[in-house]
């Protein structure tokens, strides 16, 4: 679990969650879905340090059992991950009924 220091919020290791300054806490999520750790975390914490709301997942099961697909955001795949591509999760979305997962950005 994070923990809150004044306006901030320390990230936790151990969250897929990358988390931010209290005051944009609501706005929307980019969700990062990555195999390779080193990737995973260089992203993370560059669209964190530009401010924006990060959710890290180490793969598409991972993303597609934590059921974000409702909240509103931005899904970053990697496009080459083992067993179920990126371009497989987009498929699956929509598949699922989430017609809005039309556009991809390819990693």
């Given at each position: 679990?994070?923990?809150?220091?004044?306006?901030?919020?320390?990230?936790?290791?151990?969250?897929?969650?990358?988390?931010?300054?209290?005051?944009?806490?609501?706005?929307?999520?980019?969700?990062?879905?990555?195999?390779?750790?080193?990737v995973r975390d260089a992203v993370s914490l560059l669209?964190?340090?530009?401010?924006?709301?990060?959710?890290?997942?180490?793969?598409?099961?991972?993303?597609?059992?934590?059921?974000?697909?409702?909240?509103?955001?931005?899904?970053?795949?990697?496009?080459?991950?083992?067993?179920?591509?990126?371009?497989?999760?987009?498929?699956?979305?929509?598949?699922?009924?989430?017609?809005?997962?039309?556009?991809?950005?390819?990693?």
């Amino acid at each position: 679990m994070a923990t809150h220091t004044d306006d901030a919020v320390t990230p936790d290791p151990e969250s897929p969650t990358v988390a931010l300054p209290a005051a944009i806490a609501d706005l929307p999520t980019i969700f990062l879905v990555d195999d390779d750790p080193a990737v995973r975390d260089a992203v993370s914490l560059l669209l964190w340090a530009s401010g924006l709301a990060v959710e890290a997942y180490p793969g598409p099961a991972d993303f597609l059992a934590a059921d974000t697909a409702r909240r509103p955001g931005c899904l970053v795949l990697d496009v080459r991950m083992p067993g179920m591509s990126g371009l497989d999760v987009q498929k699956q979305l929509r598949a699922d009924g989430y017609p809005n997962c039309a556009k991809s950005l390819a990693l």
